[in-house]
Nanobody
């Protein structure tokens, strides 16, 4: 069993930066790929970034590529999402999730955090 807790969200001006953290419990965390997803009211949850269990592979949505960086520290059981050059359209609830399958589809992720709100003011 893996439990995930996100933190680091908040209100930021356009062009600013935030770093989200996803802290995991459970000794099996290092075997899971971890993704970040985001969701706004009335819309489907969408993929933002994912990192493989070892940290060697990373994948980004086109909408965040070049601005967001995903990383992980397996010794600390934590995955990070560094978000730079934020835009108002990045406003959403951000969720981290764990999967044993390398995928960008949210339906194949087994464990989810509760989410953290990111609001980017114009």
């Amino acid at each position: 069993q893996v439990q995930l807790v996100e933190s680091g969200g908040g209100l930021v001006q356009a062009g600013g930066s935030l770093r989200l953290s996803c802290a995991a419990s459970g000794r099996t965390f290092r075997y899971y790929h971890v993704g970040w997803f985001r969701q706004t009211p009335g819309k489907e949850r969408e993929f933002a970034a994912t990192i493989s269990a070892s940290g060697a592979l990373k994948s980004y949505a086109d909408s965040v590529k070049g601005r967001f960086t995903i990383s992980r520290d397996n010794a600390e059981n934590t995955v990070y999402l560094q978000m730079n050059s934020l835009k108002p359209e990045d406003t959403a609830v951000y969720y981290c999730a764990g999967s044993k399958v390398w995928t960008t589809s949210p339906t194949t992720y087994d464990y989810w955090g509760q989410g953290t709100q990111v609001t980017v003011a114009s």
